[in-house]
């Protein structure tokens, strides 16, 4: 079973930032959070990923909590593009046989 | 760079045939899996490779095998196709160490 839990769906307005919650309250010291997006039944695409400071790269930023138990990929400009299903995974670093779960789907709306 | 390539993406089997998905990376990527998805569902892994001569079970192995004879090619051969095996495959590699791993495009197989 995966070990995240995500909203099933979410919508956000084109040009605002889309804020994607992932509880993760089983997270092992040594894992990460890694997180990807499929584009409408494509291949799944890397995001970003973290251990315990937020990140940021040029598609998206992840705030993860200080106790760990959960996080937040922000996309701070959403575009129509944005537009697919985006997965939260917690695995370490040292195993990358990822475990996926049914992910949000991310609605940009114009 | 070409990336992850998978063939076919598109496949139309009937029960019991065998076939091999081809998954091939010009990336030198030591990893390699494979996964399948459900409709609605995420993607599950079936087989894994962490090098040439290497291969490891995943969740779901049953009725697939896998060979990793180069760095490159990473095939997953069904056995005997059942319906409960249409699915979406999707091939990924990366670099041991992580930590992006790069998917295919995916092959569309269904058992008929």
């Known amino acids: 079973d995966a070990k995240t839990t995500q909203p099933t769906s979410m919508d956000c307005a084109e040009g605002r930032a889309a804020n994607l919650p992932c509880n993760h309250s089983?997270?092992?010291?040594?894992?990460?959070v890694y997180w990807y997006r499929q584009i409408h039944s494509q291949g799944p695409q890397y995001i970003i990923h973290?251990?315990?400071?937020?990140e940021t790269n040029e598609m998206a930023s992840l705030i993860i909590t200080e106790d760990r138990k959960s996080s937040t990929l922000i996309l701070p400009h959403a575009t129509l593009r944005d537009t697919a299903v985006y997965y939260c995974?917690?695995?370490?670093?040292?195993?990358?046989?990822?475990?996926w779960g049914a992910g949000t789907k991310l609605i940009i709306k114009p | 760079n070409a990336g992850v390539t998978q063939t076919p993406k598109f496949q139309v089997l009937k029960t019991g045939q065998s076939m091999t998905l081809q998954c091939a990376q010009d990336?030198?990527?030591?990893?390699m899996s494979w996964y399948r998805q459900d409709p609605g569902m995420g993607l599950r892994l079936i087989h894994y490779?962490?090098?040439?001569?290497?291969?490891d079970q995943g969740e779901v192995p049953n009725g697939y095998n896998v060979s990793r004879s180069t760095t490159e090619d990473f095939p997953l051969r069904l056995l005997s196709a059942a319906p409960s095996q249409t699915s979406v495959y999707f091939c990924?590699?990366?670099?041991?160490?992580?930590?992006?791993?790069?998917f295919g495009q995916g092959t569309r197989l269904t058992v008929v």
């Open positions: 990924a590699s990366s670099f041991l160490q992580g930590p992006e791993a790069f």
């Open positions: 490779s962490v090098g040439a001569g290497i291969t």
């Open positions: 990336m030198n990527h030591e990893y």
């Open positions: 995974i917690v695995s370490p670093d040292s195993n990358y046989q990822l475990i």
């Open positions: 089983t997270i092992s010291g040594n894992e990460y």
């Open positions: 973290g251990l315990k400071n937020n």
